[in-house]
């Protein structure tokens, strides 16, 4: 079936550094996709999404964007801040269901 | 504003014994998602109710699974008899179904931790 997966399952970074996150998918049908940061006992929280129809979106300090060609979606953090350390899960919501990726972590070394 | 509140935080259970977790939405809220996430794997939708009515419940095993919604606020999901591949994370999440609200600005709570033994 349709699938959302991450090419790096674990990403560490120097604070102050900018961090990439990168996600696949394959359902071209999406209306959004969306990245959640899921911190250690707390549920996925939303980040950003952007619009299927759109390239680029950006928010304080983070940037998504979607290459529609290769089906393609990345998470840009800009200053990475050691309470950006947790996973962060790409998803696609279509027909008003959300499909999660497996996640990647995140690690921000002071 | 309190966000979704989810009990218990954890559990542990033998095989083959019932479990129940309870969740409140926000207030306001009228439709309610409950999610099984394993561990390093993103969450997967088991049902979503709007108001009352479960209009997606295609991801679960209605086999040993229920759950419901009455009054359409609280919920609970249920899992008789448990089984040693359910040890999950169980979240709950809600969203204000609306016009002109994107449908996937959840908001989730923290999850109960089970652990079937």
């Known amino acids: 079936g349709e699938s959302v997966g991450l090419h790096l399952p674990t990403l560490s970074v120097q604070e102050g550094d900018n961090s990439i996150i990168n996600c696949a998918y394959s359902?071209?049908?999406?209306?959004?996709f969306i990245w959640y940061k899921q911190e250690s006992g707390k549920g996925p929280q939303f980040i950003i999404d952007?619009?299927?129809?759109?390239d680029k979106r950006q928010g304080q300090r983070v940037t998504v964007l979607l290459n529609k060609t290769v089906k393609h979606l990345s998470l840009q953090i800009a200053a990475t801040q050691p309470g950006d350390s947790a996973v962060y899960f790409c998803?696609?919501?279509?027909?008003?269901?959300?499909?999660f990726g497996k996640g990647t972590l995140l690690t921000v070394n002071p | 504003e309190a966000g979704v509140v989810q009990s218990p935080r954890y559990k542990i259970i033998e095989k083959k014994q019932p479990v129940a977790f309870w969740c409140n939405p926000i207030s306001g809220h009228n439709t309610l998602y409950w999610y099984r996430q394993n561990l390093g794997q993103g969450p997967e939708l088991l049902i979503r109710y709007e108001n009352e009515e479960a209009v997606d419940d295609s991801q679960l095993p209605k086999d040993r699974f229920s759950a419901e919604r009455l009054k359409g606020v609280d919920s609970t999901l249920k899992i008789q008899p448990a089984e040693l591949g359910d040890s999950a994370v169980y979240l709950c999440?809600?969203?204000?179904?609306?016009?002109?609200?994107?449908?996937?600005?959840?908001?989730f709570g923290p999850g109960t931790r089970l652990t079937v033994t």
């Open positions: 952007i619009r299927s129809n759109m």
């Open positions: 359902n071209s049908a999406s209306d959004y």
């Open positions: 999440a809600s969203s204000l179904r609306d016009r002109g609200l994107p449908d996937y600005e959840q908001y």
């Open positions: 998803a696609e919501s279509s027909n008003y269901k959300l499909t």
